[in-house]
């Protein structure tokens, strides 16, 4: 199992859904309010906003929640205000570790990640610090039904993406971040809603892990994974599929 998905993907091997998914519209939410005051409350005018509500979309959150969302910081009502920050770090056996944050608090937060890393046996660093072991990638996913793996690329390649990997499940089409909203408009005009599509960290080298230093990250992503402040996180691992069904037992 390699780290290059975001934490929330491997997170099915232990229970408690109903918290993570909690956790999951709150983050949804706050990224709607984020965008939504940064930006026009028009999704169609706002690319950021428009992302954010086919993340609720994917997470099947009702549509009056996130209209709830987009009225509250479009209302005048001050609210929380959010700063995105990235925090960069090292984990057990020198992973490295991306965290995407938006907090109203940027000390409370930087506390908790530096007390995360060092529990977890891993250490908090300065920006730019993991960053360049990652690539940043516009990451388009489609169901293979909606095209041909031959369609897709063409579309892709007409609308300025980088690459398109398809197989039996699905199209993945990768661009570069500042292509990424004119790739996904120009795809989703031709073939709908994508699946899912964002801006990614995709690692360039990954770290392969035995069932001890597999199970203290798991542990250290577990915990960054439940901080309210925390809306992404990265990390350059690979878990070998015996040391997972050992882990998940």
Do not use: C
């Not at 960053?131 to 031959?150: E, H, K």
């Amino acid at each position: 199992m390699a780290g290059h998905s975001q934490f929330k993907n491997i997170m099915h091997r232990k229970g408690a859904q109903d918290a993570r998914r909690g956790r999951q519209f709150a983050r949804i939410i706050r990224e709607i309010t984020v965008a939504a005051k940064t930006g026009l409350p028009d999704p169609a005018a706002n690319p950021r906003l428009r992302a954010a509500l086919a993340s609720a979309r994917e997470a099947n959150m009702p549509r009056d929640t996130a209209d709830r969302a987009i009225k509250k910081a479009t209302g005048g009502d001050a609210g929380a205000d959010y700063a995105e920050v990235r925090y960069e770090g090292y984990g057990p056996a020198g992973v490295a570790v991306i965290v995407e944050a938006l907090t109203d608090n940027r000390n409370r937060t930087a506390s908790d990640l530096r007390s995360a890393f060092s529990k977890g046996g891993g250490a908090l660093g300065e920006t730019n610090s993991v960053s360049f072991l990652f690539n940043r990638l516009g990451v388009i996913r489609y169901p293979a039904a909606v095209a041909s793996a031959d369609d897709m690329l063409e579309a892709a390649i007409e609308a300025g993406a980088g690459n398109v990997e398809s197989d039996a499940e699905a199209h993945e089409v990768t661009s570069a971040p500042d292509d990424f909203f004119a790739v996904r408009d120009a795809l989703e005009s031709r073939f709908g809603a994508a699946e899912s599509a964002k801006l990614d960290w995709r690692p360039a080298t990954l770290v392969t892990l035995d069932e001890e230093r597999a199970a203290a990250l798991l542990k250290l992503l577990d915990v960054l994974d439940e901080n309210d402040d925390v809306q992404n996180v990265y990390a350059n691992f690979d878990i070998p599929d015996a040391v997972m069904q050992k882990l998940s037992a």
